[in-house]
């Protein structure tokens, strides 16, 4: 199947009153945003043939890969023919669940044989997602597991050193003055609980590091979050698909 190429949408700085901004770079963090163009959707079918054509029309795409120069030659861009003998960045469909669920794949070709996965986009029901890294899901859910874990502790915490308060006071106010002194005793039949769930916190042991992202991925800054981090108070980390679900993303 032949296509038209088409160019990247361009601003008119006439009317703009300058140029326009440019989108994220392909490759970079891209999974807080969605894309979806419902008049392209009433147009054309969304199937096998043409999905490739929808994709290529959202920020996602990237206009440097093989695909482009395929359909600059009226050649369909998903022909493995083709795209077998080129090198560099190339798209390819891995999963096909018509029309509802299209999963593409960006990859690095490196030979006929050899190709390195970078990341990976789904269109579900017509609307275009970056699907998030595997490092980050994780990462996220030990953050937010350990921000409750540290949560609790801080709470049981501050209930207990209440409770020996309130104690304490009631011992003071029942005693009698002419009472002799207590005997001194050892000092560890007056550690707390509370003392010992704050030593078990500190035993906990640190996020393990996410492993290296691929090549050509850019992770997102983290500059801001570097500067607020604080050990008890920090708010859990953002969950790629709890936080940044399909239903949370901004659209575009």
């Known amino acids: ?23 994220p770079q ?43 120069q395929l359909r600059s030659r009226a050649i369909h861009p998903l022909d493995i023919s083709h795209l077998s003998k080129m090198t560099g960045s190339e798209y390819t469909l891995s999963e096909v669940m018509e029309p509802h669920l299209f999963v593409i794949r960006k990859q690095k070709r490196d030979s006929p044989e050899k190709v390195t996965p970078m990341l990976t986009y789904y269109i579900l029901d017509g609307s275009i997602y970056q699907a998030p890294q595997l ?5 996220g859910r030990l953050g937010r597991a350990l921000y409750h874990i540290s949560k609790a502790f801080s709470s049981a915490a501050s209930k207990l050193e209440k409770t020996g308060y309130v104690a304490s006071e009631n011992e003071s106010a029942t005693s009698e003055p002419t009472k002799p002194a207590k005997e001194p005793i050892d000092f560890k039949e007056l550690k707390r609980v509370d003392h010992i769930l704050a030593s078990l916190q ?13 090549e050509g991925y850019a992770p997102p800054s983290t500059a801001e979050a570097s500067e607020n981090q604080q050990a008890e108070t920090q708010l859990p980390t953002v969950d790629p698909i709890i936080d940044q679900g399909p239903s949370k993303r901004m659209k575009v």
């Open 1 to 23: 199947m032949s296509t038209t190429p088409m160019m990247p949408p361009m601003g008119n700085p006439n009317f703009d009153g300058g140029a326009p901004p440019q989108p």
């Open 26 to 68: 392909p490759g970079t963090d891209m999974t807080g945003i969605c894309f979806r163009d419902q008049l392209w959707l009433n147009t054309y079918p969304l199937d096998r043939n043409l999905v490739f054509d929808y994709f290529a029309l959202s920020p996602f795409y990237d206009w440097t890969c093989n695909n482009e």
């Open 135 to 139: 490092c980050n899901v994780f990462a």
């Open 202 to 214: 500190r035993k906990l042991p640190p996020v393990p590091p996410p492993p290296p992202f691929p």
